[in-house]
C-alpha cells in the first residue's frame, strides 16, 4: 500500500492570522510534502520495506554515525516529520493544558524558559533541520535539535512538539529571519491541546 500525503487538518488559510501564509502552506504542504511521499514510493518498490509501516521505515533505515543519510530514510522521516507537525499546529492555539503546563515547568523553570531554551535550539541547528520537544526514555522531557530529516524516532523518544527549520518552511513569511519564524510559532501557531494529548 503506496503512502499518500494526508490532507491539512485545517484550510490552507487557516493559520494565516497566526503568521504562517496561505501560500507557505501551499508550497510547504501541497509541494515539499508530496515529494518527499512521491520520492518515498518510488525507493520503496521492490523493497524490503515496501508495505511497512512509516514508522519501522524510519527506525530500520537510520543509519547512527552517519555523515548523510540514505534516500528512503530521508524522505520516510520527512514524510513522518510533516505529517506530525501540520497536527502540532492549529488557527486557535489556546491555553498550555494544565498537566503539559506542569511537566514545562518542572523540567525547564518556566513555560518562557522552555520557549526560549526551545528557540534558541531551533536557531542554533545549523543548515536544514528541527527542534523538538521530547519525551525521553526515562520519562523526562527534552529539547533537541535534529539535522535535515532526523527526527526523535531514531533515539527511541516521543516527539510532542516539533518545528521545521528548513527555510522552506519560513522564508515566504518570514525570510532569513529563523528567531522570529520560532518565536511565532511558539506564541501563534501550537495546537497545545496536540502536544498535550502526546504526554
Known amino acids: 500500500m503506496a503512502f499518500t500525503l494526508p490532507d491539512l487538518p485545517y484550510a490552507h488559510d487557516a493559520l494565516a492570522a497566526g503568521g504562517m501564509s496561505k501560500e507557505t502552506l501551499e508550497y510547504h504542504h501541497d509541494k515539499h510534502h508530496k515529494a518527499y511521499v512521491d520520492k518515498l514510493n518510488e525507493l520503496i518498490a521492490g523493497t524490503e520495506w515496501e508495505g511497512k509501516s512509516l514508522e519501522d521505515i524510519v527506525r530500520g533505515t537510520y543509519q547512527a554515525g552517519a555523515v548523510a543519510q540514505n534516500g528512503i530514510f530521508n524522505n520516510a522521516?520527512?514524510?513522518?516529520?510533516?505529517?506530525?507537525?501540520?497536527?502540532?499546529?492549529?488557527?486557535?492555539?489556546?491555553?498550555?493544558?494544565?498537566?503539559?503546563?506542569?511537566?514545562?515547568?518542572?523540567a525547564f523553570g518556566s513555560v518562557e524558559e522552555f520557549k526560549k531554551?526551545?528557540?534558541?535550539?531551533?536557531?542554533?541547528?545549523?543548515?536544514?533541520?528541527?527542534?523538538?520537544?521530547?519525551?525521553?526514555?526515562?520519562?523526562?522531557?527534552?529539547?533537541?535539535?535534529?539535522?535535515?530529516?532526523?527526527?526523535?524516532?531514531?533515539?527511541?523518544?516521543?516527539?510532542?512538539?516539533?518545528?521545521?527549520?528548513?527555510?522552506?518552511?519560513?522564508?515566504?513569511?518570514?525570510?532569513?529571519a529563523r528567531p522570529k519564524y520560532l518565536e511565532n510559532f511558539l506564541n501563534?501557531?501550537?495546537?497545545?491541546?496536540?502536544?498535550?494529548?502526546?504526554?
Not at 516529520?81 to 518542572?106: D, R, V, Y
Not at 531514531?154 to 518570514?174: K, N
Open 77 to 106: 522521516s520527512q514524510h513522518w516529520n510533516h505529517a506530525q507537525f501540520w497536527e502540532m499546529m492549529g488557527p486557535n492555539p489556546g491555553a498550555i493544558p494544565g498537566e503539559l503546563e506542569k511537566g514545562l515547568t518542572e
Open 117 to 176: 531554551k526551545f528557540n534558541e535550539a531551533g536557531v542554533g541547528q545549523f543548515g536544514s533541520g528541527w527542534a523538538w520537544l521530547v519525551k525521553d526514555k526515562d520519562g523526562s522531557l527534552k529539547i533537541t535539535k535534529t539535522e535535515n530529516g532526523v527526527n526523535p524516532l531514531c533515539f527511541g523518544q516521543t516527539a510532542l512538539l516539533g518545528c521545521d527549520v528548513w527555510e522552506h518552511s519560513y522564508y515566504i513569511d518570514f525570510r532569513n
Open 188 to 199: 501563534n501557531l501550537v495546537n497545545w491541546e496536540n502536544v498535550a494529548s502526546r504526554l
